[in-house]
Nanobody, 120 residues
Protein backbone atom coordinates (compact mmCIF):
# COMPACT_ATOMS: atom_id res chain seq x y z
CA UNK A 1 0.00 0.00 0.00
CA UNK A 2 1.09 3.52 -0.80
CA UNK A 3 -0.24 6.60 0.90
CA UNK A 4 -0.14 10.10 -0.56
CA UNK A 5 -0.72 12.99 1.81
CA UNK A 6 -1.49 16.31 0.13
CA UNK A 7 -1.49 19.74 1.69
CA UNK A 8 -1.39 23.41 0.77
CA UNK A 9 -4.73 24.01 -0.89
CA UNK A 10 -6.99 26.86 0.06
CA UNK A 11 -8.65 30.11 -0.98
CA UNK A 12 -6.63 32.82 -2.67
CA UNK A 13 -7.37 35.94 -4.66
CA UNK A 14 -6.59 36.12 -8.36
CA UNK A 15 -2.93 36.92 -8.88
CA UNK A 16 -1.94 35.21 -5.67
CA UNK A 17 0.16 32.13 -5.01
CA UNK A 18 -0.18 28.75 -3.36
CA UNK A 19 2.21 25.86 -2.86
CA UNK A 20 0.93 22.31 -2.83
CA UNK A 21 2.85 19.44 -1.28
CA UNK A 22 2.40 15.69 -1.59
CA UNK A 23 4.36 13.17 0.44
CA UNK A 24 4.43 9.50 -0.54
CA UNK A 25 4.98 6.66 1.88
CA UNK A 26 4.51 2.89 2.02
CA UNK A 27 5.71 -0.03 -0.04
CA UNK A 28 7.76 1.94 -2.54
CA UNK A 29 11.01 0.63 -3.96
CA UNK A 30 11.46 3.45 -6.44
CA UNK A 31 9.37 6.40 -7.54
CA UNK A 32 9.44 6.79 -11.32
CA UNK A 33 7.38 9.92 -11.70
CA UNK A 34 5.16 12.21 -9.68
CA UNK A 35 2.58 14.67 -10.85
CA UNK A 36 -0.43 16.81 -10.26
CA UNK A 37 -3.78 16.72 -12.01
CA UNK A 38 -6.90 18.76 -11.38
CA UNK A 39 -10.60 18.44 -11.83
CA UNK A 40 -12.97 21.38 -11.94
CA UNK A 41 -16.73 20.94 -11.44
CA UNK A 42 -18.33 19.48 -14.53
CA UNK A 43 -15.00 18.90 -16.25
CA UNK A 44 -12.71 15.96 -16.79
CA UNK A 45 -9.56 15.50 -14.77
CA UNK A 46 -6.57 16.99 -16.57
CA UNK A 47 -2.84 16.71 -16.11
CA UNK A 48 -1.31 19.89 -14.73
CA UNK A 49 2.35 18.97 -14.34
CA UNK A 50 4.59 15.93 -14.08
CA UNK A 51 8.19 15.31 -13.07
CA UNK A 52 10.23 12.16 -13.67
CA UNK A 53 12.91 10.65 -11.48
CA UNK A 54 15.45 12.27 -13.74
CA UNK A 55 13.95 15.69 -13.21
CA UNK A 56 12.26 16.06 -16.58
CA UNK A 57 9.09 18.10 -16.40
CA UNK A 58 6.06 18.74 -18.53
CA UNK A 59 3.16 21.11 -18.02
CA UNK A 60 -0.29 21.75 -19.34
CA UNK A 61 -0.23 24.72 -21.73
CA UNK A 62 -2.65 26.59 -19.49
CA UNK A 63 -0.16 26.69 -16.58
CA UNK A 64 3.19 27.08 -18.36
CA UNK A 65 5.13 30.01 -16.99
CA UNK A 66 2.94 30.21 -13.87
CA UNK A 67 3.28 26.82 -12.16
CA UNK A 68 6.48 25.00 -11.23
CA UNK A 69 6.72 21.36 -10.20
CA UNK A 70 9.63 20.09 -8.15
CA UNK A 71 10.46 17.09 -6.01
CA UNK A 72 12.57 16.11 -3.04
CA UNK A 73 13.71 12.57 -3.74
CA UNK A 74 15.01 12.09 -0.22
CA UNK A 75 11.56 12.81 1.17
CA UNK A 76 9.52 11.23 -1.66
CA UNK A 77 7.69 14.53 -1.87
CA UNK A 78 6.49 16.54 -4.84
CA UNK A 79 5.60 20.23 -4.81
CA UNK A 80 3.57 22.45 -7.07
CA UNK A 81 4.27 26.16 -6.80
CA UNK A 82 1.37 28.04 -8.32
CA UNK A 83 1.83 31.73 -9.08
CA UNK A 84 -0.37 34.28 -10.84
CA UNK A 85 -3.40 32.20 -10.05
CA UNK A 86 -6.57 32.72 -12.08
CA UNK A 87 -10.19 31.90 -11.28
CA UNK A 88 -10.05 29.19 -13.94
CA UNK A 89 -7.41 27.41 -11.85
CA UNK A 90 -10.12 26.63 -9.32
CA UNK A 91 -10.34 22.85 -8.97
CA UNK A 92 -9.57 19.88 -6.79
CA UNK A 93 -5.89 19.10 -7.26
CA UNK A 94 -4.78 15.47 -7.08
CA UNK A 95 -1.29 14.18 -6.57
CA UNK A 96 -0.29 10.96 -8.30
CA UNK A 97 2.78 8.77 -8.25
CA UNK A 98 4.10 6.08 -10.59
CA UNK A 99 6.32 3.70 -8.66
CA UNK A 100 7.85 0.26 -8.51
CA UNK A 101 7.15 -1.89 -5.48
CA UNK A 102 9.63 -4.32 -3.92
CA UNK A 103 8.54 -7.04 -6.33
CA UNK A 104 9.38 -4.87 -9.29
CA UNK A 105 5.76 -4.32 -10.25
CA UNK A 106 5.01 -0.86 -11.62
CA UNK A 107 1.96 0.72 -10.03
CA UNK A 108 0.21 4.04 -9.67
CA UNK A 109 -1.50 5.76 -6.78
CA UNK A 110 -3.61 8.89 -6.30
CA UNK A 111 -4.01 11.25 -3.39
CA UNK A 112 -7.33 12.24 -1.89
CA UNK A 113 -7.29 15.69 -3.47
CA UNK A 114 -6.97 19.21 -2.12
CA UNK A 115 -9.28 22.09 -3.02
CA UNK A 116 -7.84 25.21 -4.63
CA UNK A 117 -10.23 28.13 -5.01
CA UNK A 118 -9.22 31.36 -6.74
CA UNK A 119 -11.55 34.30 -6.29
CA UNK A 120 -11.79 37.10 -8.82
Amino acid sequence: QVQLVESGGGLVQAGGSLRLSCAASGSIFRINAMGWSRQAPGKQRELVARITSGGYTNYADSVKGRFTISRDNAKDTVYLQMNSLKPEDTAVYYCNVDYSDFSGVVKGSWGQGTQVTVSS
